[in-house]
């Protein structure tokens, strides 16, 4: 790098003609050392294997931020955030696609959610649906349906989760009850080593279990 | 070189038979389909700008789509427009103003025919979804043997015309150089090493960013340094101060904008080092940049009185340095890693480049139209009215267009940094900005459109006065006539 | 050796430093593992790269994972770490994008798992996500008559996308590529969460 001589060479321009301006002197002396230096600083040793710096001129990370996130912030949230909202932002972004927004579903293929028995009947055996995707042939709102629900557990999570079934729950005409991160939690818990999605009969059978041992 | 082109000073007086009328065949050959692609380009911009008001503008048609119309307006700007203009700049620097012949004006033709055919090929794959989305190098490999060999025809002669014609001393020449050698040397070398089927990984990544930020700085920024150069003499009556500074500018320019690219890979897939030679060589273009620009308000202080008046040349080529030094500050500064996650991958980004493009390199570009048509043509523009109009268009609309896009950034810069919010909602935070950009962009394209009539107007008067050159200029009425609506 | 000359020599050889710095020490430090294209990506996905480049994806969406001081990328959940050069290795479509105007898609595929879901949202954004600036890409789609049952993968559409009574839309070979070369974003190899080496 040429940068360190610059400053010396320009001082013999000064004696042709005209004289730079100093102010000129004083930014091209200050910005050089500062591109030579920070290349320097952050050559990270010339390795190829170097990728990250820290400091102040190679970013910090927000430790603010971030922690008023991981410490204040499920304390605050609930408080702040509608559920309901969040879960039409989730349904809006996740579910519309097949089941259409306007909860309708699409004849012969999706089925409705919108005065489906299902998503108004027990939240257990809803979440366990959502959480480890639905396969085969089942029956909706009088009719047959035969496809196949992705699993969603490993895309969102237990709050988002519990936001779209209580949004699914309690619009388009459903009155179902709200559903808390809690239920979902423990819905998660118990599905755990349960990988391929649920035949209907499998999750029937999981609502009956449940609601036995609540008894 | 000094005197010929200070007879400049008075185009009204310039008789027609200044130019080497064996030259003004090649220079017609290159500035008038320019003309026509620079019309393109803006047309392009400006639906691509319309598509960001409302996206189902036209329809859900593949060749209209956003991605491929904004590439192909910038691709159409940058090779239509700048590179010919550029290569205007070197003949008309070689021939001393049109007064010494070219030995291979000749192959101009040639050249020309087909640099425009491989653009044209070229742009319409790009609309046709041939493109590989390596920005500056996106042009569908067909076009680009026609597109080499097109470039090389003229850019050859140019340069040897020029190695024997050097005067010591001659920054113009330099810059010109500079332009004239880098754009095949790394084009070359960038599209033989991408059509390599063992270069893969993120080397094609750093390769695409060396050659974006080269064209932009050693290709093209290089061409329209050397015609704030050529032109200093005739708009400010003596030239640049500084002449020892400004060959240390060129030096450092040669260099670091070879070094540049890797600025824009912060935060990417690259050892460090790599980042920060990027980051370092940005602050050094920068010195460069003020370097040049020192030397010409040094010169510019002591103006001739009445040059303060209107006179096209030299409003166009003063807006073409302020935007030079504030674009190459932006550059230094934006990529900086300290504020870097706050403004990389935004729309302020896309500001710098906007000024870089539009404000450095068209607006230097136009000037060198406005002070070499008239001699080739032999007569002054028709109406100062006409280009006030294009110089107040565009530079109000290159300023508001700058001006919005860098304030939308920042919006879109501290939103897109909080993880809370989702990016659905940033964005539309930052659709006002992206729409009212449709505002400058119209003027934009009026501006253009003035020059255009303007030119042909221009174009038509000394065609109706002159005999002996009928025939050039009727064959680049037709061109033109394409554009004019 | 003449003035000219030795400009020409200097223009050739800066030139020359940054070709070797930024391409060929890259490729050979940070390139395929070989010279022969074993490794590199073949079949529908590696056609979808094609799609995404030529349709312009990368003028909107970056596909880098930027380091936690650089960004809040990882918080963002785009990804469980920076990208890394082998994330890239054998590819030759390398999108690494200039502009968010959309989220970064470099781990989009760990994050939606169902292709029905990209044709919906590839053939009206707006759908899913009223008053987003992505453009539709129903010229990727084709209409084709229903005879009988809908295909398996015909798009679930209603309203005023809703195709004429007696058709149905299915996705065309591009769009089929784009989502296959899509759902393969996956940058992080499955088990490693770690940190940048």
Redesign the interface.
Known sequence: MNCEDQPERRGQEISSKERLPCFFLVFSTVIVLFAGGFFLRYSGGLR??V??A?GYL?????PTA?SA?LAGGPAQKPAAVNPIQVGQDVY???C???H???G???S???PPVAGSDWVNGDPRVLAAMVLGGLQGPVRVAGAEYNGMM?AWK??LNDAKIAAVLTFLRQSWGNHGSAVEEDQVKSVRAETANHAAPWKVEEVETLGKSAGKEAK | MAETLESKETPVKVSSGEVDPSLRAPFLWLLGPAAVWLSVATILALLGSL??VD??FLG???WL????I??AAFLSFVYGFGIPVGLSAALWAVTKGGRLPLLGRRWCLASSFLWNVGLWGGITGVLA???????WLGLPTFSLPSLGLGYLLSAGWLVAA??SR?E?ASLAL?FL??GL??IP??GG??AL?LHD??????????????FND?LLY?GLGAFALGIVYLLAPSSLGRPLAFSGLGRLAF?TW??F???A??A????????LW?VS?GVSSRFLLWVAAVAVGVGFWVAARRLPAEKREWDPSWHFLRFGMSSFLVAAGLGALLVL?AW??YV????L??AQLVLFLYGFLGMTFFSLLYALLPQLLGRPWPSPTLSKVHFWLSSYGISFLVGLLAVGGLF?GVG????DLP??DV??L??PF?RSAAAPATALLAGHAVFGLHLLWLILESGSSRRGDEETALAHADIEGVRTP | M????R??L???L??G???L???WL??R????AG???DG?PFGRAALGG?V?????????H?Q?V???????DI??GWGAR????S?????????????????DLSDVG?????P??Y???LYD????????????????FARVPLLG??LPD?L????RDAPRPGFQVVPGPEARALVAYLLSLKRVPPGETGK??
Request: hydrophobic content about 40%; glycine content about 10%.
């Open positions: 190829w294997d990728y990250d820290s190679a970013g910090l990370p927000r971030t996130v809006q972004a996740n519309a696609a097949c259409q927004p306007t309708q579903g699409m012969g293929q999706f992705p490993t895309v | 598509k960001l996206p189902r859900t048609w593949g789509t956003f991605g491929r904004s590439p979804g041939e493109s590989r989305s390596l920005s020029l190695v050097w010591e330099r150089l500079l050698v880098w040397w790394a070398a960038a090493m089927p063992a270069v893969r990984g993120v080397a094609m990544g750093s390769l695409e960013w060396w080269g050693a030096w040669a260099l904008a070879n070094l690219g890797t824009h890979l912060v935060g990417g897939p690259f050892p790599m030679l890693p870097s996650r990389h991958y935004t729309v980004e896309e879109q897109l940094d909080e993880p990016v659905h964005i539309v930052l659709l992206l | 003449t003035e000219q000359k400009v020409l200097g223009i050739l800066a030139t430093v940054g070709w710095l930024l391409a890259p490729l430090k940070l390139g395929p010279a022969s294209a590199a094609e995404y480049a030529a349709n312009g994806c990368a003028s909107c970056t880098v930027r380091p936690p001081n650089l960004g809040s918080a963002r920076r990208t890394l050069p994330d890239y290795r054998e590819e030759h479509v390398i999108p690494l994008g200039v502009l968010r105007l959309g989220p760990e994050r939606r798992t169902d029905r879901w044709y919906r949202f954004p707006r759908v899913i996500y009223p008053g987003t600036v992505m453009p539709s890409y129903r010229y990727l049952t809908p015909s679930p559409l209603s309203g940048t080496p």
